[in-house]
């Protein structure tokens, strides 16, 4: 079984900076792609970020340059570094992660969210 545990969301002031963190754990052979997804009221999700083991990554328009996605794949730990944050960014942020482990084979698990809102 694996599970994800997320942490380092908030209420930040427009163009203040936060940081994600997203923990992995449970039976895990191998992570391949982790990364970010947010959700705003009435809108569809996003995603906002990915990272692949190898260290490539895939940011939406809407973040890049202002988002750094990273990962400590030693702690099957992915992060999400958001600065020059703006009310836009107003979300439930959910990691996910795609884990190979024995039992299941290769599947997509996620983290609970959690809340970034941004004050103007």
């Known amino acids: 079984q694996v599970q994800l545990v997320e942490s380092g969301g908030g209420l930040v002031q427009a163009g203040g900076s936060l940081r994600l963190s997203c923990a992995a754990s449970?039976?895990?052979?191998?992570?391949?792609?982790m990364g970010w997804y947010r959700q705003a009221p009435g809108k569809q999700r996003e995603l906002v970020a990915a990272?692949?083991?190898?260290?490539?990554?895939n940011y939406a328009d809407s973040v890049k340059g202002r988002f750094t996605i990273s990962r400590d794949n030693a702690k099957n730990t992915v992060y999400l570094q958001m600065n020059s944050l703006k009310p836009e960014d107003t979300a439930v942020y959910s990691c996910?992660?795609?884990?190979?482990?024995?039992?299941?084979?290769?599947?997509?698990?996620w983290g609970q969210g959690t809340q970034v809102t941004v004050s103007s």
């Open positions: 996910y992660a795609d884990v190979h482990t024995i039992v299941v084979g290769v599947a997509k698990y």
């Open positions: 449970g039976s895990i052979l191998s992570v391949n792609v």
């Open positions: 990272i692949f083991s190898g260290g490539y990554t």
